[in-house]
């Protein structure tokens, strides 16, 4: 490939990646803005706390719904044109939620918003995966979990000033209280990415599995030049069967019956990746330093830090997952996930209650809580955040690579949903050093998975994976 040809091609596969990724902001920024929202919503539906819980959590719902439909519609509309429709609930949501008066609209509002995010969550790797060439593949892919992390430190900045601008979350501005502007802003980098979507191409794989090889090869030659792209589409009609389209039964293995090994070891991604407990930084991270004896402005500036560390530990998997593999660094994270976590445990375990019964720490242990947490934070971006999305996308065949991403997305936000609704519980009843030795033995029992199940997928064509 010549010179120009090469910067073309990485021009547009730059672009793509881009757009693509913007779903993966939007639920960086919803899980970030709903930490500042919390008491107006309180407020405004006269919510109990178990009534919060659900109201926050209901966009979990929406995502797991999302997340297992989006992967069988690709198969049939497209992956541009499900990202498409992604990117207009969402919009709509935001609006909605912004403006709700009544807890039942709102609620449908995030569910709404929910599957959205659950879709573009699956898509975007899996599209990404599918344009890219195989030695940046996995650079590429990792973009997801930057924007992902970048929306949620976005979001933080933007509550503190809304909020700050305002006197206080439940406060009016311009208007209307502070904190429906926290949801209605996530209208903006919701209508950029509907509109982006108009300008980037459909997967070449998508085409070539409807039959639309012209298509395909018209968009291969834009990546990588007329000669690759001849070549090309017969590898990638071959790796489709040749008797039916892409279908959800795909994944059973028609030899030995039961699901095929490689979507159980999806799975096992897909699931560890939110029994580790990372959300429980996100979703409550104020709530959790505050538990620890932090005040409130604290706790938000503590939110911001992990929020910055988490950008710069994705940017060191850019620079090493092409390099090292996807498998080295989930041993990485796996090992030290579980020694932060068990320096957490003690730092909570070695605390006292005040009179409210709220768990106090001393400066000592409560500096070492916050370098352990941080620590933590850098190793799960640093392997499981993204490199999960890596592996979903591009670790199943061609032929069952959308029906495998339905199941395995719609099991992460199913145990993202359950991490979260059961932290709280965890937390009163059994207190926070007993709820992060459950997270810390995760930890360790994924280090051994990864090991025996986890086969690396590094600079493999898409056209060669198996199981």
């Given at each position: 490939?010549?010179?120009?040809?090469?910067?073309?091609?990485?021009?547009?596969?730059?672009?793509?990646?881009?757009?693509?990724?913007?779903?993966?902001?939007?639920?960086?920024?919803?899980?970030?803005?709903?930490?500042?929202?919390?008491?107006?919503?309180?407020?405004?539906?006269?919510?109990?706390?178990?009534?919060?819980?659900?109201?926050?959590?209901?966009?979990?719902?929406?995502?797991?719904?999302?997340?297992?439909?989006?992967?069988?519609?690709?198969?049939?509309?497209?992956?541009?044109?499900?990202?498409?429709?992604?990117?207009?609930?969402?919009?709509?949501?935001?609006?909605?939620?912004?403006?709700?008066?009544?807890?039942?609209?709102?609620?449908?509002?995030?569910?709404?918003?929910?599957?959205?995010?659950?879709?573009?969550?699956?898509?975007?790797?899996?599209?990404?995966?599918?344009?890219?060439?195989?030695?940046?593949?996995?650079?590429?892919?990792?973009?997801?979990?930057?924007?992902?992390?970048?929306?949620?430190?976005?979001?933080?900045?933007?509550?503190?000033?809304?909020?700050?601008?305002?006197?206080?979350?439940?406060?009016?501005?311009?208007?209307?209280?502070?904190?429906?502007?926290?949801?209605?802003?996530?209208?903006?980098?919701?209508?950029?990415?509907?509109?982006?979507?108009?300008?980037?191409?459909?997967?070449?794989?998508?085409?070539?599995?409807?039959?639309?090889?012209?298509?395909?090869?018209?968009?291969?030659?834009?990546?990588?030049?007329?000669?690759?792209?001849?070549?090309?589409?017969?590898?990638?009609?071959?790796?489709?069967?040749?008797?039916?389209?892409?279908?959800?039964?795909?994944?059973?293995?028609?030899?030995?019956?039961?699901?095929?090994?490689?979507?159980?070891?999806?799975?096992?991604?897909?699931?560890?990746?939110?029994?580790?407990?990372?959300?429980?930084?996100?979703?409550?991270?104020?709530?959790?330093?505050?538990?620890?004896?932090?005040?409130?402005?604290?706790?938000?500036?503590?939110?911001?830090?992990?929020?910055?560390?988490?950008?710069?530990?994705?940017?060191?998997?850019?620079?090493?997952?092409?390099?090292?593999?996807?498998?080295?660094?989930?041993?990485?994270?796996?090992?030290?996930?579980?020694?932060?976590?068990?320096?957490?445990?003690?730092?909570?375990?070695?605390?006292?209650?005040?009179?409210?019964?709220?768990?106090?720490?001393?400066?000592?242990?409560?500096?070492?809580?916050?370098?352990?947490?941080?620590?933590?934070?850098?190793?799960?971006?640093?392997?499981?955040?993204?490199?999960?999305?890596?592996?979903?996308?591009?670790?199943?065949?061609?032929?069952?690579?959308?029906s495998a991403l339905a199941v395995c997305g719609f099991a992460q936000w199913f145990a993202n949903y359950l991490i979260a609704q059961s932290f709280p519980v965890m937390a009163a009843?059994?207190?926070?050093?007993?709820?992060?030795?459950?997270?810390?033995?995760?930890?360790?029992?994924?280090?051994?998975?990864?090991?025996?199940?986890?086969?690396?997928?590094?600079?493999?064509?898409?056209?060669?994976?198996?199981?």
């Open positions: 490939m010549n010179g120009g040809a090469t910067r073309a091609n990485s021009g547009l596969i730059a672009m793509i990646v881009a757009v693509a990724t913007i779903g993966g902001l939007l639920f960086g920024y919803d899980s970030g803005a709903v930490n500042g929202t919390q008491p107006g919503l309180k407020a405004a539906f006269g919510l109990s706390e178990s009534g919060l819980g659900f109201t926050v959590g209901s966009l979990l719902i929406g995502c797991f719904i999302g997340a297992f439909f989006a992967g069988t519609l690709a198969d049939r509309m497209g992956r541009r044109n499900v990202m498409r429709i992604a990117a207009l609930l969402f919009l709509g949501g935001a609006l909605v939620q912004g403006f709700a008066h009544l807890q039942p609209i709102f609620v449908i509002a995030r569910i709404i918003g929910g599957m959205a995010v659950g879709a573009a969550s699956v898509l975007s790797p899996a599209y990404i995966s599918e344009v890219a060439p195989a030695n940046i593949r996995g650079r590429m892919t990792t973009v997801q979990q930057i924007m992902i992390i970048s929306g949620l430190t976005a979001a933080f900045v933007v509550n503190y000033y809304l909020a700050a601008a305002a006197g206080a979350s439940t406060e009016m501005l311009g208007g209307l209280q502070a904190w429906r502007w926290m949801y209605l802003m996530q209208a903006i980098p919701a209508a950029v990415f509907l509109l982006a979507l108009f300008l980037i191409p459909e997967s070449p794989r998508y085409l070539v599995s409807k039959g639309r090889d012209a298509e395909a090869e018209s968009v291969l030659t834009s990546l990588f030049g007329a000669d690759t792209a001849a070549t090309k589409i017969g590898e990638i009609r071959a790796s489709f069967s040749a008797d039916h389209r892409p279908r959800l039964s795909d994944i059973l293995d028609p030899a030995k019956g039961g699901i095929r090994p490689v979507v159980w070891a999806g799975l096992l991604l897909a699931v560890f990746q939110q029994l580790v407990g990372i959300n429980v930084i996100f979703y409550y991270g104020a709530t959790l330093w505050q538990l620890a004896g932090f005040t409130e402005n604290d706790s938000l500036l503590i939110n911001i830090v992990s929020g910055v560390v988490s950008i710069a530990a994705c940017l060191v998997t850019v620079a090493l997952v092409d390099r090292i593999g996807r498998k080295p660094l989930l041993l990485i994270g796996s090992a030290g996930m579980a020694v932060t976590l068990f320096v957490l445990v003690y730092a909570f375990s070695q605390g006292s209650l005040d009179a409210a019964g709220k768990l106090q720490l001393s400066p000592q242990l409560g500096t070492t809580a916050v370098i352990a947490a941080n620590l933590y934070v850098i190793f799960f971006n640093l392997s499981w955040g993204p490199v999960m999305w890596v592996m979903l996308g591009e670790m199943f065949p061609n032929q069952i690579r959308g009843k059994l207190g926070l050093a007993t709820s992060y030795t459950f997270y810390a033995v995760c930890a360790v029992i994924s280090f051994f998975l990864v090991q025996k199940f986890i086969h690396e997928t590094k600079g493999k064509e898409l056209e060669e994976m198996t199981g």
